[in-house]
C-alpha cells in the first residue's frame, strides 16, 4: 500500500496532523517574531545568540547521552520508564557539572586569552554564560519527556508543548528587545534568555502531561541497569554519532566565528535559520511518527520498502518548485521580509539550499540505522562529515575569506547527506530482500 493510500488512513492523518500543527504554530511564529526582533537586534546580537544556541546544541546531545532515543523501541512499558530515568539522572548530572565549569571560569583570573566560549568576552558575558546550564537541563528532560509520549503516540500533548514554549519564548524576547532596554543587561542577555523561558514553559507542559499517564513507578535499580546494558549501543555509538554531527554543524559559530566579522556571522546565522527552519518542520513531525510506525512494522516483519520509497518520491516532487524560487530570489525575500541590512543573506541562502533541500529527506530518514541497530556504520558517515566540515572551516581561518568557508561547508553537508539517505534507502531494500526474498515493485 502507498504512502498516500496510508494518509488517508484517519489515524495516520490524526497523528501527523497533531505533530505538523504544533510545529507549523511553534515555528510560524518564531518566523513572525523574527520580522520584528531583526529590527529589534543588531547582526551582531544575532550573532552571539546562535553562537551561544550553538553550545547548547552540543551540549544537550551529552546531558543525556542519547538514552531518551531508546525509549520509542524499548520492548516494554517498564523498561522504557527505566531507560527515561537513567537519561534524566545523566542529565541533571551534565547540568550541574556544567555550572560548576562556568562559575569556575568566570572566577578565574583574567590572563588576556580569550576563553573558550565568545561570549564571556564581551559585554554582560557573564549572564549569557549561567543561562547554558539551565538550558541544556531544559532541553535535556524536554527531549525524555517528549519521547516518552512519542511511544504511546500522544502526539498531541508534544505538539501543544512545542506552541507554548515558542509562544513564552518569542513573547520574552520581544519584551528584552524594546528599545528602553537597549543599553540594559535584559537587552544584552534578551534572546538566549527569552529561549530559556520558552524551554522552560514547554518543559513544564510536558511534565504535566505525563502525570496523567499510567507510568510505572516501581522501577528498581537492577532494572534501570539492565536497561542501560541493553540500549548501550546509544551512548556507545549514537552519542559520538550525534556529538560529532553537531560539533561539525556548528564549527562556523564554534570556530569560524571567532575570527569572522560577528555581522557577517549573523547575516550566516538569519539566512541558515530560516533555510533549515521550514525544513525542521517537516523532518520533526515525519521523523518522529514514521520512527514509531516503522520500527513497529519492522518488529511484526511487514514490508516497508513501498511506504519509505513512496515518502521520498512525493516529499521531493512537492518541494522542488519551492526551493527554486528561494534560491532565485533570496535578496529580495530576506530584504523584505526583515529589513535592507539583512539582503546580504541571499549569498549563504544559496550556498545552502542544496544542502537543504537533500537532508530535507535525508534527515527525516535517519531513525532507520536505529530500526535496524546501524549506528556504528552511521557514525562513520559522521566522521567523514566532520572531517569535510572542519576543512572548510580551516580553509576560511587561513585564507580569512568566511564566505568561501561557508560555501565548501555546504557542499560537504550537501554530499554527505546524500550518501547518507542512499544507505538508509539501502537497509530498507536489504530489509525487504531478507525478509519477504523478494523484490517489491515499487512503480
Known amino acids: 500500500m502507498s504512502l498516500i493510500k496510508k494518509i488517508r488512513d484517519s489515524k495516520f492523518l490524526k497523528d501527523g496532523a497533531a505533530l505538523i500543527s504544533g510545529n507549523v504554530w511553534a515555528q510560524g511564529i518564531a518566523f513572525a517574531a523574527y520580522l520584528i526582533l531583526t529590527r529589534l537586534f543588531s547582526r551582531e546580537d544575532i550573532g552571539i545568540y546562535n553562537i551561544f544556541f550553538s553550545y547548547i546544541e552540543v551540549l544537550v546531545i551529552v546531558s543525556t547521552c542519547k538514552y531518551e532515543m531508546a525509549v520509542v523501541v524499548c520492548d516494554s512499558e517498564r523498561e522504557s520508564v527505566a531507560v527515561s530515568r537513567i537519561a534524566l539522572r545523566i542529565n541533571t548530572i551534565v547540568s550541574v557539572a556544567l555550572l560548576t565549569v562556568i562559575l569556575i571560569l ?24 549561567m543561562l547554558i546550564p539551565p538550558m541544556v537541563f531544559f532541553c535535556g528532560t524536554s527531549r525524555v519527556y517528549t519521547a516518552l509520549l512519542n511511544r504511546r503516540k500522544d502526539f498531541k500533548p508534544i505538539a501543544f508543548s512545542e506552541a507554548i514554549g515558542s509562544t513564552s519564548g518569542v513573547m520574552a524576547k520581544l519584551l ?53 546494558f541493553k540500549h548501550r549501543n546509544f551512548p556507545l555509538f549514537t552519542l559520538p554519532k550525534e556529538l560529532v554531527n553537531s560539533l561539525s ?130 557514525f ?12 572548510a572551516v580551516l580553509t576560511g581561518v587561513l585564507s580569512g575569506n568566511f564566505r568561501l568557508a561557508i560555501l565548501l561547508f555546504s557542499i560537504a553537508g550537501a554530499v554527505v547527506s546524500m550518501a547518507i539517505l542512499a544507505w538508509c534507502l539501502r537497509l530498507v531494500s536489504l530489509f525487504e530482500a531478507k525478509t519477504f526474498h523478494s523484490e517489491d515493485n515499487l512503480d
Open 249 to 378: 554543524y556548528n564549527l562556523p559559530f564554534l570556530w569560524l566565528a571567532q575570527y569572522a566579522d560577528k555581522a557577517e556571522v549573523g547575516l550566516f546565522a538569519l539566512a541558515l535559520t530560516f533555510t533549515f527552519r521550514p525544513v525542521n518542520i517537516f523532518n520533526t513531525a515525519f521523523e518522529k511518527l514514521l520512527y514509531v510506525r516503522i520500527a513497529q512494522k519492522t518488529r511484526a516483519g511487514e514490508s516497508i520498502k513501498k511506504e519509505i520509497f513512496h515518502f521520498v518520491k512525493y516529499l521531493n516532487l512537492a518541494a522542488i518548485p519551492l526551493f527554486a524560487i528561494v534560491f532565485c530570489f533570496a535578496d529580495t525575500i530576506f530584504g523584505i521580509l526583515f529589513g535592507g541590512k539583512w539582503a546580504g543573506c541571499g549569498y549563504y541562502v544559496r550556498c545552502l539550499i542544496p544542502w537543504t533541500f537533500i537532508s530535507l529527506t535525508s534527515t527525516s530518514l535517519l531513525f532507520i540505522a536505529n530500526v535496524f541497530s546501524r549506528q556504528r556504520t552511521e
Open 176 to 228: 528584552f528587545g524594546l528599545p528602553r532596554l537597549a543599553d540594559s543587561l535584559l537587552h544584552t542577555v534578551g534572546l538566549p534568555l527569552g529561549t530559556v523561558i520558552g524551554k522552560a514553559a514547554s518543559n513544564v507542559n510536558l511534565r504535566l502531561r505525563l502525570h496523567k499517564e499510567d507510568i510505572p513507578h516501581d522501577i528498581s535499580k537492577g532494572e534501570r541497569r539492565a536497561a542501560a
Open 106 to 129: 568566570a572566577l578565574l583570573p583574567r590572563t588576556g586569552v580569550p576563553l573558550p566560549f565568545p561570549v564571556f568576552n564581551t559585554s554582560g558575558s557573564f549572564g549569557v554564560a
Open 380 to 391: 562513520f558517515f559522521y566522521l567523514l562529515l566532520f572531517a569535510l566540515r572542519a576543512g
